[in-house]
Structure formats: structure tokens, C-alpha cells
């Protein structure tokens, strides 16, 4: 039986078997409230809009996340239409590289270890903040993505230790279709099951603890979940055949 502790390093030895090192370094537990809500085309809708102003008013550091270049465009311009006075910034991956470099660094002074206590303001983005980037926010929306990027996400929630946080614990709202029709998102993501998993996963536990829920969810994501419909099964089935054929060719 596989061990559930973290951090941990896991080798699969030739014959195998496995082989565990459980370094001595704990990472302290962190709580993460999730909320999650069903809107048309997985857009926030005009009340939640409305909702991230509120936040950034009352000294929230908000980041907004989307899967879609042309969705965080969208975000963003309604954001900017609510208010004259929030700052709201727009980071994603297809601005010039000039450009991009001058965004990043604003980004990173705004929204980084060193950022101001209580400075209100929104980020929207898309996955180019899930990596590399130290960056900590205090509220994040986020479009529905695979358990596994939804924990990089998240690792973007109180990320340093600070002493005037506008909440006590960190929340995140994802965002998801009425559905299972996941439309663009499925298709970035390429397995549609990832999708209605990591959602399943959300519904059951609206307060997740970390560092337990790391391969707990990330196991039971990639796997057949009980009352999984038919053809999110088959789904998954289908996209581990393409994922074989890859590998012999």
C-alpha cells in the first residue's frame, strides 16, 4: 500500500516494487474553502462580477483564471465597465514578448511576496500564472480545470505568511458548466473525465485540507468515480487508447 504522506518521493524499482522516502520536513496543513457554481459557458455571471468588485473594494488581491485566451479578454472587459477605481489587470500568453515582459513584472510587484498589505485590486489571467510565478492572492475564481492544475492554482492562495489578511481562511470559486457538456475546455484539456471528476471532487468537499488532499484527489480523479455516467467513462477509456497509440508511435 502506497503511502498518503507528503512530501514524498515515490521509486518503481525494476522488478516492480517501490520504494519510499518520506523526508522529515512537514508542510503545515492549510484549509481552502471551495465554492462551486454552474454559469452559462463557465463565464462569471453579472452577480459574481459584481461579487469580485465588492472583494477588491474591501482589500481583496483577487485573481480571476480562465482557460481561454478570448474568456479572460472578456472578464476583463466587464470588470472594467463595473468600476473606475479597482485596478484590474489583463496576463496572458499572447501578448509580445515585450509586452509580455513588461506585464510579468508588473504582475509580479503587484501580486508577489513583496506586494503592498491590503491593496485591493483584480488580476485576470490564464494558465501563465499557475507556474514559476511566486505571486499571492487573497480570492480566486477559476474556470473548471484538471484536479492537478487546480492545486497549482491553489497554491497561489495564501501563499506567504502575512498578518492582515482580509479573510481567514483562503476561498476559491470555480467556475463549471450546468453540464457535462465541458465545449472548448474539453478539448484543451483533452479528457472530458478529468473534467467531471475534479467538479465531482469539489462538490463532496467544500472545505479541502492540504497537504492530505494532494494525492488523495489527484488518485480518485484518475479513477472511475461511483454514479460516473456512461459516457464520461467511455471518455476516459477512449483518451487512454490515444494516450497508448502515442506511446507506440
Known amino acids: 500500500k502506497l503511502s498518503l504522506e507528503y512530501p514524498l518521493i515515490t521509486t518503481v524499482l525494476p522488478n516492480h516494487s517501490f520504494k519510499e522516502f518520506i523526508p522529515d ?4 496543513d492549510k484549509h481552502v474553502n471551495i465554492e ?34 478570448s474568456d479572460a479578454q472578456y472578464t476583463w472587459r466587464k470588470l472594467k465597465q463595473l468600476s473606475d477605481t479597482v485596478k484590474v489587470g489583463l496576463f496572458h500568453g ?27 485590486s483584480i488580476l485576470v489571467a490564464t494558465q ?11 480570492l480566486m475564481v477559476t474556470q473548471l480545470c484538471p484536479v492537478e492544475l487546480l492545486f497549482q492554482r491553489l497554491g497561489r492562495l495564501y501563499r506567504h505568511q502575512r498578518y492582515n489578511r482580509p479573510s481567514d481562511v ?11 457538456d465541458f465545449g472548448l475546455h474539453g478539448y484543451i484539456y ?4 478529468y473534467l467531471w ?18 494525492r488523495r484527489w489527484i488518485e480518485l480523479a484518475h479513477s472511475k468515480l461511483e454514479n460516473e455516467p456512461e459516457l464520461i467513462t467511455k471518455a476516459d477509456e477512449q483518451f487512454a487508447i490515444e494516450e497508448l497509440g502515442k506511446e507506440y508511435l
Open 25 to 28: 520536513e512537514k508542510t503545515e
Open 36 to 69: 462551486l457554481r454552474t454559469t452559462d459557458n463557465v463565464l462569471p455571471d453579472e452577480e459574481l462580477l459584481k461579487e469580485i468588485i465588492e472583494y477588491a473594494e474591501r482589500g481583496f488581491a483577487v485573481a480571476v483564471i480562465c482557460n481561454l485566451v
Open 94 to 120: 499572447r501578448y509580445a514578448f515585450i509586452d509580455r515582459d513588461r506585464i510579468e513584472n508588473d504582475v509580479i510587484l503587484r501580486y508577489g511576496k513583496g506586494r503592498k498589505e491590503a491593496s485591493g
Open 128 to 138: 501563465v500564472i499557475e507556474q514559476s510565478l511566486d505571486l499571492d492572492f487573497d
Open 170 to 180: 483562503p476561498k476559491c470559486i470555480i467556475l463549471s458548466p450546468k453540464d457535462n
Open 190 to 193: 483533452k479528457n472530458p473525465a
Open 197 to 214: 471528476r475534479t467538479r465531482s471532487l469539489a462538490q463532496r468537499e467544500p472545505l479541502v485540507l492540504f497537504p492530505e488532499a494532494y
